[in-house]
Nanobody, 123 residues
Framework: VQLQASGGGLVQPGGSLRLSCRAS????????IGWFRQAPGKEREGISY???????DLASSVKGRFTISRDNAKNTVSLEMNNLKPEDTAVYYC??????????????????WGQGTLVTVSS
């Protein structure tokens, strides 16, 4: 199982970024994919997930600003991030799981993790 997160970078407050998580080595459309982030000195935070059926959820801190989607033909999950704020600065990780879970915003639900991509929101 391999997950490759990309798309991070430096953006000004109010700007947008699109993160991608490309998967390989497993049957992608059977897995739930999640996005997490970790800021310096803080715990890892669940941001969003999309199940194999396409069910999604977002953390309250990003609702109305972030959108998650998946393209099973390309083995990719995307996280569209708009109206970015300095507090969105973090390393963003994608993760995968086949486990059933009551709330996929919890990291313990996931079994495989990508390497992370840094998002910096600053003027």
């Amino acid at each position: 199982v391999q997950l490759q997160a990309s798309g991070g970078g430096l953006v000004q407050p109010g700007g947008s970024l699109r993160l991608s998580c490309r998967a390989s080595g497993f049957t992608f459309d059977e897995y739930t994919i999640g996005w997490f982030r970790q800021a310096p000195g803080k715990e890892r935070e669940g941001i969003s997930y999309i199940t194999k059926r396409g069910d999604t959820d977002l953390a309250s801190s990003v609702k109305g600003r972030f959108t998650i989607s998946r393209d099973n033909a390309k083995n990719t999950v995307s996280l569209e991030m708009n109206n970015l704020k300095p507090e969105d600065t973090a390393v963003y990780y994608c993760a995968s799981t086949r486990r059933g879970c009551s709330n996929y915003l919890h990291a313990v639900c996931f079994t495989s993790w990508g390497q992370g991509t840094l998002v910096t929101v600053s003027s």
